[in-house]
């Protein structure tokens, strides 16, 4: 193989800056990736009410209160809205993540897979509501 | 509407190392017609316009991918993209992303072709067998689990769609992983661990964060995205089980 | 200039190309082989092969009954001692090709599975889908990749044979990145560059398909034999030429003309069942099925299309799930290309120039006339296809064969030393020069695709389907009419890396020379065979003048010289191609003729 020869500049190397807003693929990517953030904000702000229990009712009141303001309700919204597109765009990608399953015969389809974890997720949710529900009433 | 139009406009990313320092961009007015392929567009160029203007073409059917460009940002095979879903235009013709243009639309496929020597892409039987004994039996339903891996064409659309091998070259890259996965999910092959390392290494799968644009691009339907992230488990249970197996042990 | 030494040389990496090279790195690993090639592997053009690979398999089939099948099909033109050794090859090698990886498509119970295909009277062509070449070449390319010994010089464009005291010693190529020339010695020379089929307007080839290591061979006086027969294929793609794979037609596939009538049963290959039949309909030979298309246009009964008369392949009654299964790469192909849906609506096809049936001269070992040259594949000619290919056996010819050229180069090549070395480097400075003096600036000159388009339709007009004496002449004129410009042809493209336009000129070259073989070997056959069909008062086939190989040597820039050779006829007598209803009473008859004879 030869590349700068004598007199002739060698093969152009294109620079890759900025290259996550060349094409709307790569621009949903990053939102993707981004949404981990806000797992992890909510993460905090959970392990933040552990703690807040382990040091007595008041200060768990405290937080519960704290859980109520405004701000609070805003950021719980964005982080609502984040955890399902976490959610959409981790079920997108997760039966790129699996081996080719048979079921009687034939091949077990993307969109069964991606069906699958909605449903999970739905159900889940519905679990934790009716526990929640109970827990109060 | 298409019978109205008679031309389209063509620009082309052109590099002549041996007379300017970077790339430059050429327009060019090409009759249209309503069955025409970029390739035909780029032919046309060549033919009438410029012979200088270069590019790798041959089977005009989409499986000799030579023909990897491209064409309005998004990586693409010129002989099976017509110009009549690019209309008004101009249609913007670029070398394949993330490799280094060498000439015009021509980028450097050595690393690429170094890179799939490197996997041991081929059959290491699990048990020999004489000719005499005939072929290896494989129902249809092992056959079809390497179906789509088997069908790449090298064409290298998936690593102008991946931003992991544009930022870091050394990534084996999503076609050759595809290979790789191809001839140890074969039923007759026995070379798992042979081809262990590769995956295992930093330029293996874990380059890889599921981006999947090189699944949304390929034009054989391959997907090798799937490839590299159902091997992610498989590297994952390598490492571990290490820990349980005695020294020298072999799968 | 730089030089490489190698011990076997081989020009091409194709199917046969890589077949040879892996046959010579078996058989002794301490030689080197410089693998040449214009293309990396994967892109040559044997990846667009669809159909399938020919080997007798099944119990009730025979060795007999492929040989059989292959000589009437190629019209009794065939070396009949090269066919005997191919059929009886053909499955074993199909085994080997297994045996490194080749995902064929297989039956319920694990083993390859077989289709019919036109001309073979029993089921034995092995398939992967339908890309068997793709399959096949990738399998090669990859398992070649095993080998240490040998070395690949991809992207390089063989200008030259080096021969030197009465021997081929080597080749010249350009390394097409940087336009450097290569010396590249070698003790034995394969070729294994493909067909011609460019050389005609419309064609199912890829762009390099352009005649080179013909043209080549042919410069340093080695005869090309048989090059009057050019294939046509019946169902190709209007405006491209691309190949719908005969596998439609084996799968069951109609060809309707404009009434909606399977008109093949007009032309001795009826009757119309409405399953497939061996040898029958649409599972005839090749010629005959472009040639009843022809008779179908003159009569009016065609389609027009936007890019001329076509007829229907009907795959409708098939239904969408066996389309995508057996057929999946042609659907994409009418879909995308046509936006015909195949399972909907039939696909307009016409024939196209798809395989040349002639060659380089080789001898049942692939040696050329020329010692220390060896041709294997679509380059050459060994003697299986006569004047009518079968379909499937080109595929498994580049295994059978590829092994042989392989294994009787390195054999050669044990046993010579290398050229003069000072005197190689001369030859080799000398063919630099002459193509740079090609492809330099000339003014006032054609573009290379003004001289292309003029050859190839001249060649479509005169040495087309169908041909006569006037309209052959009329090409031959013209190719020397156009060899004259080519003298001066215009390349503006001066640079010495990836300059592309200067190897289009020296193709356009390569391809002039092979064309003017084509054609006066052609008009010279004042006969019809197989795919040779003449219109002009030689109607019939003429085994008492004809049942000879044509033998075309360079004359430079005069006509070539037309010469015969002898046809090696050792169990099989002449007799009448007979397909359809006409074709089993034939054969019962012959059966009974043989058994009584034995």
Redesign the interface.
């Known amino acids: 193989?030869s590349?700068g020869r004598p007199?002739?500049?060698?093969?152009?190397?294109?620079p890759?800056r900025g290259?996550?807003r060349?094409?709307p693929?790569?621009v949903r990517?990053m939102v993707r990736?981004a949404t981990a953030l806000a797992v992890l904000v909510y993460a905090i702000v959970l392990t933040v009410g552990v703690v807040r229990l382990a040091q007595g009712e008041a200060a768990f009141d405290g937080w519960l209160r704290a859980l109520r303001s405004p701000a609070s309700l805003l950021l719980h919204a964005v982080l609502l809205l984040s955890m399902v597109v976490h959610a959409h765009s981790w079920f997108?990608?997760m039966?790129?993540?699996?081996?080719?399953i048979?079921v009687g015969?034939r091949?077990l389809a993307a969109r069964t897979i991606q069906r699958a974890g909605w449903a999970a997720t739905v159900a889940v949710t519905v679990v934790v509501f009716a526990l929640a529900l109970w827990a109060r009433g | 509407m298409p019978e109205a139009v008679k031309s389209v406009e063509l620009e082309v990313l052109r590099?002549?190392?041996?007379?300017e320092?970077?790339?430059v961009w050429q327009r060019y007015r090409v009759p249209y017609s309503h069955?025409m392929s970029v390739l035909q567009a780029l032919q046309h160029v060549?033919?009438?316009l410029?012979?200088?203007l270069?590019?790798?073409?041959?089977?005009?059917?989409?499986?000799?991918?030579?023909c990897g460009m491209m064409i309005n940002?998004?990586p693409a095979l010129s002989c099976?993209t017509f110009v009549r879903d690019l209309l008004p235009g101009p249609v913007r013709i670029e070398a394949l992303?993330?490799l280094?243009?060498?000439?015009?639309l021509?980028v450097?496929?050595?690393g690429f072709?170094k890179k799939?020597?490197g996997i041991k892409?081929?059959?290491i039987?699990k048990e020999p067998?004489t000719?005499a004994q005939?072929?290896?039996?494989?129902?249809?339903?092992?056959?079809?689990?390497?179906?789509s891996f088997?069908?790449c064409?090298?064409c290298m659309l998936c690593y102008a769609a991946c931003?992991q091998f544009?930022?870091n070259p050394d990534f084996i890259g999503p076609g050759v992983l595809a290979?790789l996965h191809r001839?140890n999910d074969?039923s007759?092959?026995g070379g798992r661990a042979q081809r262990m390392e590769v995956l295992n290494a930093e330029e293996g799968v874990w380059s890889c964060?599921?981006?999947?644009?090189c699944?949304?691009v390929c034009p054989k339907h391959v997907?090798p995205?799937?490839a590299v992230?159902?091997n992610?488990?498989n590297s994952a249970k390598d490492y571990f089980l290490r820990f349980l197996q005695p020294k020298g042990a072999t799968r | 200039m730089d030089v490489f030494k190698a011990d076997v040389a081989i020009v091409g990496a194709g199917g046969a190309g890589l077949r040879a090279a892996i046959a010579v790195a078996e058989a002794d690993p301490s030689l080197t082989v410089a693998l040449v090639s214009k293309?990396?592997p994967?892109?040559?053009?044997t990846?667009?092969a669809e159909g399938g690979a020919a080997g007798v398999t099944q119990p009730h089939d025979s060795l007999d009954a492929h040989f059989h099948d292959t000589v009437a099909g190629g019209d009794w033109l065939c070396e009949q001692d090269v066919v005997d050794y191919f059929v009886a090859q053909a499955h074993?090698e199909?085994?080997?090709i297994?045996?490194?990886?080749c995902?064929?498509?297989?039956?319920?119970?694990?083993?390859?599975n077989v289709r019919a295909f036109g001309g073979m009277k029993i089921e034995r062509t092995w398939f992967a889908?339908d890309?068997t070449g793709?399959?096949m070449l990738?399998t090669l390319f990859?398992?070649s990749?095993?080998y240490p010994s040998i070395r690949r010089f991809?992207e390089h464009f063989c200008v030259d044979l080096v021969v030197d005291d009465g021997r081929v010693r080597g080749v010249v190529a350009i390394d097409i990145?940087s336009g450097e020339f290569r010396l590249i010695q070698a003790k034995a020379v394969i070729i294994a560059t493909g067909g011609a089929g460019r050389v005609f307007r419309e064609n199912t080839n890829?762009?390099?398909v352009t005649g080179d290591g013909m043209a080549l061979a042919y410069r340093h006086g080695v005869p090309l034999r048989d090059m009057e027969f050019m294939q046509y294929h019946p169902t190709c793609m209007p405006?491209?030429g691309?190949?719908f794979t005969e596998a439609c037609r084996g799968e069951g596939g109609f060809l309707l003309n404009k009434d909606g009538y399977r008109y093949l049963q007009d032309y001795g290959l009826g009757p119309a069942t409405p399953q497939p039949r061996n040898k029958a309909m649409e599972l005839g030979p090749r010629d005959r099925l472009s040639q009843a298309y022809w008779h179908e246009k003159q009569k009016g009964r065609t389609i027009s299309g936007?890019h001329g008369e076509v007829v229907h392949l009907d795959l409708r009654h098939l239904g969408e799930q066996k389309l995508r299964e057996r057929l999946p790469?042609i659907y994409e192909?009418a879909l995308?290309?046509l936006g015909v849906d195949p399972a909907r609506e039939p696909i307009p096809v016409l024939p196209a120039v798809h395989y040349t049936m002639g060659g380089i001269t080789a001898d049942i070992r692939t040696a050329a006339p020329l010692p220390g040259l060896y041709s294997v594949g679509e380059c050459s000619s060994v003697g299986i296809h006569g004047a009518n290919r079968l379909g499937s056996n080109s595929l498994t010819e580049l295994l059978v064969f590829g092994k042989v050229a392989g294994v009787e180069a390195a054999r050669d090549a044990v046993s010579t030393q290398h050229g003069n070395p000072s005197a190689l480097a001369k030859l080799a400075d000398a063919a630099r020069e002459s193509v740079l003096s090609v492809v330099a600036p000339h003014d006032g000159g054609d573009?290379?695709?003004t001289l292309r388009r003029e050859m190839a339709q001249s060649m479509e007009d005169g040495c087309g389907i169908y041909r006569s004496g006037s309209t052959m002449q009329a090409t031959c004129d013209k190719l020397a009419e156009l060899k004259q410009r080519y003298r001066r042809v215009?390349?503006?493209?001066s640079?010495?890396?990836?300059?592309?336009?200067r190897l289009l000129a020296l193709e356009l070259g390569y391809q002039l020379d092979v064309a003017q073989a084509i054609a006066h070997s052609a008009l010279q056959r004042k006969e019809s065979r197989g795919s040779h069909q003449r219109l002009d008062g030689y109607e019939q086939r003429d085994d008492v003048n004809y049942l000879q190989h044509s033998l075309a040597t360079y004359q430079g820039d005069d006509a070539p010289r037309i010469g015969y050779g002898p046809v090696k006829i050792t169990h099989l007598p002449p007799g009448i191609r007979a397909y359809g209803e006409a074709g089993e009473h034939y054969d019962a008859v012959s059966h009974a003729e043989e058994g009584a004879r034995a």
């Open positions: 193989m590349h007199g002739t500049r060698g093969p152009y190397v294109r890759m290259w996550w060349r094409d693929f790569f990517y990736e997108e990608i039966p790129k993540t699996m081996p080719i048979f015969g091949r | 590099y002549r190392p041996e007379q320092d970077a790339p069955d060549k033919d009438e410029d012979g200088s270069s590019f790798r073409w041959s089977c005009r059917m989409a499986i000799c991918g030579s940002g998004k099976e992303a993330h280094p243009i060498e000439r015009d021509i450097s496929v050595d072709v799939l020597e892409p081929y059959l039987p067998r000719l005939g072929e290896y039996l494989q129902t249809p339903e092992q056959l079809e689990r390497i179906e088997s069908s064409i090298n931003p544009g930022l290979l001839y074969d007759r092959d964060t599921a981006v999947g644009y699944s949304e997907d995205a799937n992230n159902q992610k488990v | 293309v990396y994967m892109r040559s053009h990846v667009a074993e199909l085994v080997q297994e045996h490194w990886g995902p064929w498509s297989r039956t319920a119970d694990g083993r390859a889908a890309k793709f399959h990738h990859q398992t990749i095993k991809d990145a890829g762009g390099i405006g491209t691309l190949l936007p790469q192909l995308i290309y573009r290379i695709a215009r390349v503006d493209d640079s010495a890396g990836w300059n592309t336009e």
